[in-house]
């Protein structure tokens, strides 16, 4: 590996988050809170660890393999969680008494997993009771979710794109879905209109929270977590808290918006392509999914729980959409509902949303192409000396993306099987072991379950559940193979 390029992108990266850190370090001091020491503290140690590793890269090279790229990715998102845990463990006390912790101590293990959970924008929390964190700390979780969103590699790409060296095999190794397509020849640049498009998203979700009468804290924080499809709430109840049907609307509306291919959203809207959306054969998909599930939640709701015709609507296709796009955000106790629409919303779960967009599962783009492929397999039982080629929106999918696609599914199968007898061996009940499991490789954070609901915290897991779910919520966000690859013999061994 080259090691020096590696150092070099780590401390880079480092920097990147000491300077995050130091965002929440002015809220921490806007607002005296009790967090002000922690992040002051943790940005210094994060800042110094990157000027080290930028010193042991001093003078490299760019020439990055896929090996380096992989690794690269893989170590980036574990290093951001590490140092982003620091302001969990560091105490958190009021300078007028030093001695005085005002927050509950959080052990290395529920620190780890609910940065990791912030980063990877899977949403599950071991934190029972949120409004007695600090502002800064609440920032830094809306803040974690918001900058994992589209990646936190692909971030640097935008921003500052000297830093990474190798992009496209970096880019390669992180992005979502298994097509890749490009809004412009130089990376750089098409990751800056992408990211445009996720500014332009969260600032309208802030303002559209404000004009329905939520304050600018909240605002801030829940659009974040919104256009993130992250699901950290700065309340305990989650939007429930602010009794505002206005605000579910909007909530459900962005993160709706957030599922979809950001690349397509920049094609269609701001060119003035509008059409070009609907011919999309995954947004069509992604669309059928929402209002099916949505129409048929609405009915068991209507007939067995007794609600009405608009607070049914309401409610099914907010939790629809937050399943879908793995938002995990909650508006009623879904855990109270008919057991048949827990299967609808495991099944939406395990989907996601549209491939190049913040949202988790295995993306709406492969439930096509599967649905596609079983098609073929039943004309080929008809015609067995049949051509029948597999097409996405006009263009021929080749068979090593078939291959591909099989491998994954597959992959992801025997994961979840081995992953669901392992939380079951130790302890967990089988319907959460399963929902769990799902809930942490579609990155989505609420489960269904009778032991841990959707609306519930995760504290209750033991410390060996905690660290399994920590490791499906990074292999679910990098897609298996990124992560994967770095267990496999070939990848240490030369050339």
């Keep these: 590996m080259n090691i020096k390029l590696i150092s070099k992108i780590f401390g880079s990266l480092l920097y990147l988050e000491a300077t995050l850190m130091g965002l929440c370090l002015l809220v921490a001091i806007y607002y005296n809170g009790t967090d002000i020491a922690s992040f002051g503290l943790t940005t210094i140690i994060t800042a110094l660890v990157g000027l080290i590793f930028r010193q042991l890269g001093k003078n490299a090279d760019n020439n990055m393999s896929r090996r380096d790229a992989y690794f690269v990715v893989t170590m ?254 909650f508006n009623d106790d879904a855990g109270k509902w008919p057991h048949v629409t827990w299967i609808v919303l495991a099944v939406l779960m395990v989907i996601g949303g549209c491939s190049g967009s913040t949202s988790g599962g295995i993306k709406s783009i492969r439930a096509v192409m599967i649905l596609k492929n079983m098609r073929n397999e039943f004309m080929q039982i008809l015609h067995p000396n049949a051509v029948l080629p597999l097409k996405i929106d006009g263009i021929n999918v080749p068979m090593s993306k078939r291959a591909t696609l099989l491998s994954f599914i597959s992959l992801y199968v025997i994961l979840a099987g081995i992953c669901t007898l392992g939380l079951t061996v130790a302890g967990i009940d089988h319907t959460n072991a399963v929902t769990i499991t799902l809930s942490c490789l579609g990155n989505t954070g609420p489960t269904l379950g009778l032991e841990i609901g959707p609306t519930m915290s995760w504290s209750m897991l033991p410390a060996f559940a905690k660290w399994m779910c920590a490791f499906l919520m990074l292999v679910g966000r990098l897609e298996l193979f990124t992560v994967l690859v770095l267990f496999t013999p070939a990848f240490w061994k030369g050339n």
């Design 76 to 329: 980036a998102w574990i290093l951001f969680s590490l140092f982003g845990m620091i302001p969990f463990i560091i105490p958190n006390f009021s300078f007028s008494d030093i001695s005085h912790s005002t927050m509950q101590s959080f052990s290395f293990t529920d620190a780890f997993f609910e940065t990791m959970s912030g980063f990877t924008t899977t949403g599950a929390t071991v934190i029972d009771d949120v409004e007695s964190l600090p502002k800064a700390l609440l920032f830094w979780r809306s803040l974690t979710q918001w900058i994992g969103g589209l990646g936190i590699v692909f971030f640097t790409i935008a921003i500052l794109p000297s830093m990474v060296g190798g992009s496209v095999k970096v880019f390669s190794a992180e992005a979502t879905g298994p097509i890749r397509s490009k809004l412009h020849p130089r990376l750089s640049t098409g990751a800056k209109w992408i990211w445009l498009v996720y500014l332009f998203l969260t600032v309208a979700c802030m303002f559209s929270y404000m004009a329905c009468g939520m304050d600018w804290f909240n605002a801030i924080n829940y659009s974040m977590t919104s256009t993130a499809t992250g699901g950290f709430a700065t309340t305990n109840g989650s939007l429930t808290s602010f009794h505002s049907p206005a605000e579910e609307y909007v909530c459900t509306l962005f993160c709706f918006l957030a599922g979809v291919n950001f690349m397509l959203l920049y094609a269609s809207v701001a060119k003035l392509r509008v059409k070009q959306l609907f011919m999309n054969s995954e947004f069509r998909f992604y669309i059928f999914a929402i209002v099916a599930a949505t129409i048929f939640i609405m009915a068991e709701l209507m007939l067995r729980n007794g609600y009405d015709f608009e607070r049914a609507f309401r409610c099914g296709i907010f939790q629809v959409v937050s399943f879908l796009t793995s938002t995990g955000l």
